[in-house]
């Protein structure tokens, strides 16, 4: 029902910005909460951002709240992350998601889609 194309990924210094963006399909975008993860080589898959529908409810995961932040256009079908202030400790492959509800957040299992993934590497 809803296929998620990540873009923007790169290489970056340290203290640089990067903004993210995920494409979605179809016109059933904006029924659903948006999140954003990243895994890093032998690490869990881990909780970055999310947003509600009407961009009204926005979650951060500690480590990226105050750099990071997520927002949504319905009319583009589109979520982005813009992430500032980037740190060595932020290179991972990052990736969003979909899913019905704004709860369970941090639970990468409760998302029912996912893109391909976007390689985001800063450099010190």
């Known amino acids: 029902q809803v296929q998620l194309v990540e873009s923007g990924g790169g290489l970056v210094q340290a203290g640089g910005s990067l903004r993210l963006s995920c494409a979605a399909s179809g016109r059933t975008f904006s029924s659903y909460t948006m999140g954003w993860f990243r895994q890093a080589p032998g690490k869990e898959r881990e909780f970055v951002a999310a947003i509600g529908l009407s961009s009204q409810s926005t979650t951060y995961a500690d480590s990226v709240k105050g750099r990071f932040t997520i927002s949504r256009n319905n009319a583009q079908n589109t979520v982005y992350l813009q992430m500032n202030s980037l740190k060595p400790e932020d290179s991972a492959v990052y990736y969003c998601?979909?899913?019905?509800?704004?709860?369970?957040?941090?639970?990468?299992?409760?998302?029912?889609?996912w893109g391909q993934g976007t390689q985001v590497t800063v450099s010190s």
């Open positions: 998601a979909a899913k019905r509800y704004y709860i369970r957040l941090y639970y990468s299992g409760s998302y029912d889609y």
